[in-house]
């Protein structure tokens, strides 16, 4: 999943592969909550997970965000 | 206005030309239309254009800002960079309170507005992009210049549809004379080549249909001129008090010496058949140039390819100015830039002056005989002291620059 994930910010947001770990913030990998808003439309659109734009801005890391798209039973 | 001595220490291109100022001006030398067959156009009435050759923003301006950046920024960022290097001027050290961003634009971004459009009709407003506004509005080519820059102070994109390139150096200009700023990083930006706005463009009979050879269908004050031929890109130039260039040691490439503005108050898209309000952006920008009609060597003409404009302008021109000018329309080459138009042609008219060179008027095979006035055909070396630089916007709105050598 983690890996899914990182492929959408690599090649959708265009960010840096490098700055992508779990313990992230979207500080450190340049997500500002334009890009947020992008990121929850691109989870629904290519991944099929529901997630707001509000609940991604709650969570603290990469590592979060992701375990809130294995919370809601992203299809892989 | 009027003494106020306003140099050039910067110029920046991306046109049809070319990426440069060199490519630009040397294919506008060379007298070689740049339009060509345009695959975006394939559905429209009219599919033929002058685009930017091999643009590409990932490598010029990086992926992620290149994302976020309508081709109408993306074009007068990299523009804005190439004349700041030219200006010798580091934004890291400069003192960005007193540096201004002043540039023209037409449309915004058409294209952005567009691809959502078709977001909005097929998959509903949840899922139009949030950046939908930021990437369009044409305040935005100021703002991400001023982010890439950090000139904070004043910031502002003008819009008078073709002639928002001239109007925006215009402005520039009253800015220094104001001492509102010590640098101001001025001209126009353009990308409306969308499938859209380019059949409105057709519909309303404005277009070039010479589709079986693009290369001869920008014709200006050719007989045979059947319209213009949409093109895209930036011109930008950085403008300083004269006597600051010259203490900082500066190269100055040229001087503005003389801006004029007008309204034809006449008709929405046509000019005023005899030229009245062209004529007195002309006078106007003599005037604050302190400079009379006979003075003037060298014409840069709006010069669109369209019937009406290049008679109305021509005979404006024939009326006005005693000194007999050579006359090019640089829009043969480049094809018309719409709200760019204006300042790119006052970066070629800088180097006009620079190299005492008259760029050819491509096309213009067969001059029509009801315009009286002295069209270059092909490169004319001359020595020029004065030139202008004419614009003319839809709308009835136009502007001038008098343009003076270093």
């Known amino acids: 999943m983690f890996e899914q994930f990182k492929n959408l910010l690599v090649h959708k947001l265009k960010v840096s592969p490098d700055l992508i770990t779990p313990e992230a913030t979207r500080e450190d990998i340049e997500l500002d909550s ?21 609940e991604l801005l709650e969570a603290a ?6 375990a809130l798209m294995e919370e809601r039973g992203a299809k892989i | 206005m009027a003494g106020i001595d306003v140099a050039v220490t910067g110029i920046g291109l991306v046109t049809p030309g070319g990426i440069g100022v060199e490519p630009s001006w040397a294919r506008v030398r060379s007298g070689h239309s740049t339009a060509a067959f345009d695959p975006v156009l394939e559905s429209n009435p009219v599919r033929i254009s002058c685009r930017v050759p091999g ?50 634009n037409g449309d915004g971004g058409p294209g952005t507005v567009e691809a959502q459009h078709r977001v909005l009709l097929h998959n509903g407003p949840g899922r139009v ?52 700023c010590d640098v101001v990083l001025t001209g126009g930006s353009e990308s409306m080549i969308t499938p859209l706005a380019m059949a409105g463009f057709a519909q309303m009979g404005a277009l070039s249909r010479r589709e079986d050879d693009p290369t001869v269908a920008s014709r200006p004050f050719d007989a045979d001129r059947d319209g213009f031929v949409a093109g895209e890109g930036a011109g930008i130039l950085v403008l300083e008090r004269l006597q600051d260039a ?24 046509s000019p005023h058949p005899r030229g009245a309000g062209i004529e007195s952006a002309v006078r106007a920008a003599l005037a604050d140039a302190g400079a009379g009609v006979g003075d003037v060597q060298h014409v840069n003409a709006h010069g669109t390819s369209t019937p009406l404009n290049d008679l109305a302008e021509a005979a404006m021109l024939k009326r ?32 006009t002056v620079e190299h005492g060179l008259v760029p050819p008027t491509a096309n213009l095979t067969n001059p029509d005989p009801g315009i009286d ?15 202008l630089s004419n614009s003319c916007g839809f709308g009835g709105q136009n502007a001038v620059l008098a343009i003076a050598a270093a």
């Not at chain 1, 334009?34 to 509000?54: K, P």
């Not at chain 1, 890391?61 to 992701?66: F, L, N």
């Not at chain 2, 018309?336 to 204006?342: D, E, F, N, T």
């Open chain 2, 55 to 104: 643009f590409d923003a990932d490598v010029l301006l990086g992926a992620r800002r290149a994302l976020r950046l309508d081709p109408f920024v993306r074009f007068a960022l990299v523009a804005a960079r190439e004349a700041l290097a030219d200006a010798g001027l580091d934004p890291h050290t400069w003192d960005g309170a007193r540096v201004g961003v002043v540039l023209g």
């Open chain 2, 373 to 387: 006035i002295k069209v270059a055909d092909s490169e004319t070396p001359m020595p020029i002291d004065l030139a």
């Open chain 2, 320 to 351: 006005t100015l005693t000194g007999d000018p050579l006359v090019t329309s640089t829009k043969g080459v480049t094809g018309h830039l719409l709200g760019a138009a204006g300042a790119v042609e006052a970066v070629l008219t800088v180097l």
């Open chain 1, 34 to 54: 334009l890009a947020v808003v992008e990121l929850s439309l691109m989870l629904e659109s290519e991944l099929g997970v529901t997630i707001s734009d509000d």
């Open chain 2, 246 to 269: 010259r203490a900082r040691g500066a190269t100055v490439r040229g001087r503005i010496v003389g801006y004029g503005a007008s309204a034809d108050a006449h008709h929405m898209t």
């Open chain 1, 61 to 66: 890391t990469v590592g979060d965000m992701v």
């Open chain 2, 129 to 180: 992009s949030p950046l939908l506004l930021p990437m369009q509005l044409p305040n935005m080519l100021a703002g991400q210049a001023a982010i890439e820059f950090g000139a904070t102070g004043p910031n502002l994109v003008v819009s008078t549809a073709c002639a928002s390139g001239t109007t925006a150096v215009g402005v520039a200009r009253d800015l220094l004379a104001l001492d509102r």
